[in-house]
């Protein structure tokens, strides 16, 4: 007879082909199947960490395969935290949760530090809060774990340890810390920051600096009280970015930094140049159904290229630059990206402009940019970038004045609007333009087997409609974003532009075909969801 097999989880199968990859020194690589697993499976997080807990060391034996569930952990989190900003009270409870059951495996002295902190680093990928169950529980590893007490007596001997083994890089330095540090209390972070600044060591102010766009205000805070205190020993290069990042900050904290840069001038200390740098190409992918663009930029590093990116998603969501690296790997990166996405070569007037629109939108809710906008900035060679919206009129006017006249006869626009959903250039992009969350879900339930025609209308009349200046908003961006491509390449943006304009003006959706679709999509986005 033969042995039966367990079955093993789609998590430990995942895990185990990450892992081979990561072994190797490989990028992971994402595929459709694994994307689709990582949306449809979010209590499989806590799989996900008991198999990083499990073979993590000292208490494992398998590092890669450990590392590998962490980045299937890192995934589904962040699905989970795409359904809270949609309004999804269940993801929201899942990942509480979650975090409750880390915190009470640390308490019970079942996961050590180093495990607390990979799970505190993953929360902080995924950009969710760390809950204050387990900012508790770490603080209590802290207390109770000399090794990784974040802020000793010798406060100057740690912070010089810390600049240390970050080679001085203050980037570095800095985002290492907001992971390790993401379940730490915002007292302990402050008193680190300010530590920095007031360390008296010339390669700890600069990260000092770089604090300033920390997610927390408590935190900006302190960096930006110690700062002061220190402004005089500041370098020309800090000056530099104290002006660059100081309108990336909400209006009620510019002053400070202010402050502190009069008081470096004073001191006699000159605004640095901006690094040698530029882009010698820029790719920005098409605009999904949840609002994000990703921008991937390629710079000349002597030989080697620079990757470096800027995800927007009503804000600026994450910003990053790798280290040079050789022409075959980066060819290998631009492979990977456009399959993911439809991607075009944009200008950097393009780039400008979209980055000073989500920068705004930040603004405009209290909050700052993630750290890796200002390296991209730097690495870029400066780029001036200053909240500003793309207003949508202003924009539509821009747009139309470029269009001929004779597509705005009334038969001309009936016709592209009916026929909206064929526009060339929306193949490989609409699938992921449908309505997802709460109200959906609510105006669907049971309407399962009833006429799909009549359903169609109700949620054109109902749900979608509500949302018309939403999707108008989408259209138009998407239509700025074609324009970028060559006239060869034939897209529609002017037509994408009518039925812009077409939406703003209150016109009937069911007359729009690109709206039809979308909520039929809509619908069998909702009806997979029930399925899974």
Request: one cysteine or more.
């Amino acid at each position: 007879m033969k042995q039966a097999h367990p079955k093993v989880s789609l998590t430990d199968h995942y895990a185990r082909e990450l892992a081979v990859q990561l072994a190797k020194g490989q990028s992971p690589q994402r595929s459709s199947d694994l994307d689709q697993y990582l949306q449809s499976s979010p209590h499989e997080i806590f799989a996900a960490f008991e198999g990083a807990a499990c073979h993590m060391p000292p208490a494992g034996k398998d590092e890669a395969l450990a590392l590998a569930y962490l980045l299937l952990l890192q995934g589904l989190l962040e699905h989970l935290r795409y359904r809270t900003d949609s309004g999804y009270a269940d993801a929201a409870k899942l990942i509480e949760e979650f975090q409750a059951e880390v915190a009470a495996q640390a308490e019970a002295e079942k996961i050590d530090g180093r495990m607390l902190a990979f799970v505190s680093g993953t929360l902080h990928q995924a950009r969710i809060p760390a809950s204050p169950a387990l900012i508790a529980a770490s603080q209590k590893q802290h207390v109770n774990d000399d090794e990784s007490e974040p802020l000793p007596a010798d406060i100057r001997a740690a912070l010089s340890g810390f600049v240390e083994a970050c080679g001085g890089n203050p980037f570095k330095l800095v985002g290492s810390f907001l992971e390790v540090g993401h379940a730490m209390p915002v007292e302990a972070r402050s008193t680190f920051v300010a530590g920095l600044a007031l360390s008296g060591m010339a390669d700890a102010r600069p990260a000092a600096v770089l604090f300033l766009l920390d997610p927390e205000p408590t935190v900006r805070a302190a960096a930006s009280e110690a700062l002061a205190k220190v402004a005089s020993a500041l370098s020309p290069t800090d000056v530099r970015r104290l002006i660059a990042i100081r309108n990336w900050r909400p209006k009620k904290e510019r002053a400070s930094v202010d402050a502190i840069i009069r008081r470096a001038r004073a001191a006699g200390i000159d605004c640095a140049q901006w690094p040698a740098g530029a882009a010698e190409m820029i790719g920005a992918t098409a605009i999904d159904g949840s609002l994000a663009q990703a921008f991937l930029l390629l710079s000349p590093a002597g030989k080697k290229k620079i990757v470096s990116s800027i995800l927007t998603k009503g804000r600026i969501a994450d910003a990053w630059c790798n280290e040079p690296e050789s022409p075959r790997k980066i060819r290998a990166a631009l492979a990977d990206a456009n399959r993911d996405a439809p991607m075009l070569v944009v200008s950097h007037s393009y780039l400008d402009h979209v980055v000073s629109h989500q920068l705004a939108l930040d603004i405009d809710c209290g909050d700052v940019p993630p750290l890796g906008l200002l390296q991209v900035a730097e690495t870029l060679g400066g780029a001036d970038w200053q909240p500003a919206r793309m207003e949508f009129d202003d924009t539509l006017a821009g747009l139309i004045v470029e269009m001929p006249k004779a597509m705005f006869k009334p038969d001309a626009i009936d016709k592209v609007l009916r026929n909206s959903s064929r526009l060339a250039g929306l193949d490989p992009i609409e699938e992921t333009w449908f309505e997802d969350g709460p109200d959906i879900d609510r105006t669907l339930d049971g309407w399962s087997g009833r006429n799909r025609a009549k359903l169609v209308a109700y949620l054109l009349q109902s749900t979608i409609a509500r949302h018309r200046n939403r999707w108008a908003d989408l259209f138009l961006r998407t239509a700025l974003w074609m324009r970028e491509a060559p006239p060869e390449a034939g897209l529609a943006w002017r037509e994408l532009v009518l039925v812009a304009k077409a939406l703003a003006d209150g016109r009937d959706m069911s007359a729009i075909g690109l709206m039809h679709d979308i909520a039929l999509r809509t619908i069998a986005a909702y009806t997979d969801r029930a399925d899974a």
